[in-house]
């Protein structure tokens, strides 16, 4: 299940850093499973840190825009 980019701009800061937390422990997890070799679908571990990347993007995205808020813009 892929997070979808306007759910994500949706979603406040508070949510996005605990969504984040949560994908970051699960990479964890797939990651050792990979290794221990009982990860079924290898495929989702790429999922997952895209997913990651997608909050990522989001939260910088919003320290652009308040970064640029408060300076005079041409």
Same mark, same amino acid.
């Given at each position: 299940?892929? @997070?979808?980019?306007? $759910?994500?701009?949706? &979603?406040?800061?508070?949510? @996005?850093?605990?969504?984040?937390?949560?994908?970051?422990?699960?990479?964890?997890?797939?990651? @050792?499973?990979?290794?221990?070799?009982? @990860?079924?679908?290898?495929? $989702?571990?790429?999922?997952?840190?895209?997913?990651?990347?997608?909050? &990522?993007?989001?939260?910088?995205?919003?320290?652009?825009?308040?970064?640029?808020g408060g300076k005079a813009r041409r």
């Amino acid at each position: 299940m892929a @997070l979808e980019p306007a $759910k994500l701009k949706a &979603m406040s800061d508070d949510e @996005l850093d605990t969504e984040a937390g949560a994908l970051r422990e699960e990479i964890w997890k797939l990651r @050792l499973q990979r290794a221990t070799g009982q @990860l079924q679908d290898t495929h $989702k571990v790429r999922r997952t840190r895209r997913d990651l990347a997608r909050i &990522m993007t989001v939260r910088r995205e919003r320290e652009i825009e308040a970064a640029a808020g408060g300076k005079a813009r041409r």
